[in-house]
């Protein structure tokens, strides 16, 4: 059983900054160790849309959006994604889900963690 667990939303001004990070757990062993993670967002009444991903190779992808103000990371024995946001703005507002996707294995998504961006 996989469980992906996410921390660090929250509530911030414009212009701030959050850091999310989420972290796959697992039986040792049980998840390959060729995998991509990633951060997804939805916004009340849209789809879900890609925020961010990376791969266990290094290999990043990011949202038009995105413009620069994100960055995410990896540790990837520790199955651990984080995900650097930078000059948030209000349409940033939305709960982040984690993905985690390993090489010829089921997906996982994290249960989402609300982003608040507001004065």
């Known amino acids: 059983q996989v469980q992906l667990v996410e921390s660090g939303g929250g509530l911030v001004q414009p212009g701030g900054s959050l850091r999310l990070s989420c972290t796959a757990s697992?039986?040792?062993?049980?998840?390959?160790?060729?995998?991509?993670m990633g951060w997804y967002r939805r916004v009340p009444g849209q789809w879900r849309e890609l925020v961010a991903t990376?791969?266990?190779?290094?290999?990043?992808r990011y949202a038009d959006f995105v413009d620069g103000r994100f960055t995410i990371s990896m540790q990837a024995a520790r199955y651990t994604v984080d995900l650097q946001m930078s000059g948030l703005k209000p349409e940033d507002t939305a709960v982040y889900y984690c993905?985690?996707?390993?090489?010829?294995?089921?997906?996982?998504w994290g249960p989402g963690i609300q982003v608040n961006v507001s004065s």
């Open positions: 993905h985690l996707r390993p090489y010829l294995q089921d997906e996982h």
């Open positions: 990376i791969h266990s190779d290094g290999t990043t």
């Open positions: 697992a039986a040792s062993g049980s998840i390959s160790s060729r995998y991509m």
